[in-house]
């Protein structure tokens, strides 16, 4: 009885293995051997979902494009065969997205790419920056990066900025570097500054900030003011009003 068992079940396990096909992602550019597909800003990824080779006669089957798990709307004549998608152009947003396909009646039948996009931060220019003596000076810097860059640093008129001599209160949270003073002295803080972030991938970006000090100027308070005087005209009209109710008094 076990003999006439195993040649069945090697046979039964034989037709499973001849029947499960599989699916491949082709991509422009490749997708290396971890299933990710290196790529940059503004560039154009291509992916071709096609059957294994022991399936191409079925060239009716459909094939579904999923982006982070959300079905890729595709056109009538781009489902069955050969399938493609084209990311044009390559956006922040595309960093680390999951494209997978898959068979329209088998989605376990399965094939993903994921998508590294690099870009430098955005640090470039010059910006006039003009604050009042003791008041407070922000000075920001767009750090964001892929790959995460290696260091940023501040300048003022070429020399690194001393954080302690000059009460300066430096930040990082990865998006952006923030350089703070809490109370400006034209003779501590005017001057030139410049960010600079160096990144691995890309080298250094910077970017440079002129920074004037002015006088102090008399700020009024506005809307005291205004309550203040809103409450002045109407003890006047109040003291008129009742002014005339007596004179007409006296007058009958």
Not at 72 to 93: A, D, M, Q
Not at 111 to 130: F, I
Not at 156 to 172: E, I, K, Q, R
Not at 192 to 214: D, I, M, R
Request: proline content about 4%.
């Amino acid at each position: 009885m076990k003999l006439m068992f195993r040649p069945l079940l090697f046979h039964f396990l034989l037709l499973c293995a001849t029947q499960t096909f599989g699916v491949n992602i082709q991509s422009v550019p490749e997708v290396n051997s971890e299933g990710v597909i290196q790529t940059e800003l503004e560039k154009t990824v291509s992916l071709v979902c096609q059957p294994d080779s022991g399936h191409e006669a079925q060239d009716d089957e459909e094939l579904v494009w999923l982006r982070n798990g959300a079905v890729v709307s595709l056109t009538e004549g781009n489902k069955k065969g050969n399938s493609s998608v084209c990311v044009s152009p390559v956006i922040y947003e595309d960093d680390g997205a999951t494209f997978t396909c898959h068979l329209g009646k088998n989605a376990t039948v399965t094939a993903s790419v994921t998508l590294n996009v690099t870009y430098h931060p955005q640090l470039s220019g010059l910006e006039e920056v003009a604050v009042e003596e003791e008041a407070e000076l922000v000075l920001r810097c767009d750090v964001w990066a892929n790959p995460p860059l290696s260091s940023v640093s501040w300048t003022l008129n070429g020399s690194a900025v001393d954080l302690v001599a000059s009460g300066f209160l430096l930040t990082n949270d990865g998006f952006t570097s923030k350089l703070i003073a809490n109370s400006v002295e034209k003779i501590l803080h005017e001057g030139t500054y410049q960010c600079t972030a160096n990144s691995p991938l890309y080298g250094e970006h910077s970017k440079q900030f002129s920074v004037t000090v002015t006088g102090t100027t008399m700020k009024f308070p506005l809307m005291p003011m205004i309550a203040g005087i809103v409450v002045v005209c109407l003890t006047t009209l109040f003291a008129i009003v009742s002014r005339w109710n007596k004179i007409t008094k006296c007058c009958k």
